[in-house]
């Protein structure tokens, strides 16, 4: 298959051909875990909009206008489970550029504002993809949403990549909880990056999915109390786990 055909076959949906057996028992041994899942998601999802973002939204939205030109959210192409295209919402972070669905954001990126490196460091961009999982397109946890142009780039590197579409992406994760968030900077982050969500598909259960919401909600505390009273913030290094590959 050309790279052209390739090319396409992703956007429109990523390919899983060959893979509809794995779907199917993936489902039938976790019909119980996969249905409460839901029902919290809804539930915690639904809190949090009434609760949180019922205030927060239009203050973040006016400091958004009166930053920067343009519209308060960003609409962008990312795959879900498996492989369904679908719209993802955040707060804008960048100034509107043509490169926003190609090239993703970078360390110390000239198109990131300075309210949105706030938002990013924080996790509050992420805070309308609560509307995202009410729609069951996302899910509170589970791999993260890739766009179009990553998800073909990570192919390359990793063959069965869509593995980790078996599970609803999340709005946080077990990478993203263990320290792999934002660029991509070479092959190592995206394997690392790519293990953590490969064990969360496979290990996935309730449990889990509070740790990682606990430890998510600490993290983002942590990072908002450090971007408003500290001016000299310290870089941390991603931690590197023992791979057993067998």
Not at 50 to 79: C, D, H, N
Not at 101 to 113: F, V
Not at 129 to 144: D, E, K, L, T
Request: hydrophobic share 40%; proline share 5%.
């Amino acid at each position: 298959m050309s790279t052209s055909t390739q090319h396409i076959s992703i956007e429109n949906k990523w390919p899983v051909k060959g893979q509809n057996g794995i779907i199917r028992s993936f489902v039938a041994t976790r019909k119980k875990y996969l249905f409460v899942k839901r029902a919290f998601d809804i539930f915690f999802s639904s809190l949090i909009i009434l609760l949180v973002m019922s205030w927060v939204l239009p203050l973040i939205a006016l400091a958004i206008k009166l930053s920067s030109k343009g519209p308060v959210f960003f609409y962008q192409k990312r795959l879900g489970k498996n492989g369904r295209p679908f719209r993802c919402i955040k707060f804008r972070t960048m100034i509107q550029n043509p490169e926003a669905d190609e090239r993703p954001a970078e360390e110390n990126d000239e198109r990131i504002t300075s309210l949105g490196k706030i938002l990013r460091r924080t996790n509050f961009d992420e805070l309308p993809q609560f509307f995202n999982v009410i729609a069951g397109q996302m899910s509170v946890v589970g791999p993260r949403p890739h766009m179009v142009a990553d998800c073909n780039r990570f192919s390359f590197v990793i063959p069965s990549y869509q593995f980790r579409s078996l599970a609803r992406p999340g709005i946080t994760g077990w990478a993203q909880v263990n320290g792999f968030h934002g660029p991509t900077i070479d092959y190592e982050s995206i394997i690392i990056r790519y293990y953590w969500d490969a064990q969360y598909v496979r290990k996935a259960n309730l449990w889990l999915d509070f740790k990682i919401i606990l430890a998510t909600i600490t993290q983002s505390l942590s990072n908002l109390k450090t971007s408003l009273f500290s001016r000299n913030l310290n870089k941390t290094e991603n931690k590197i786990p023992e791979i057993d590959w067998d």
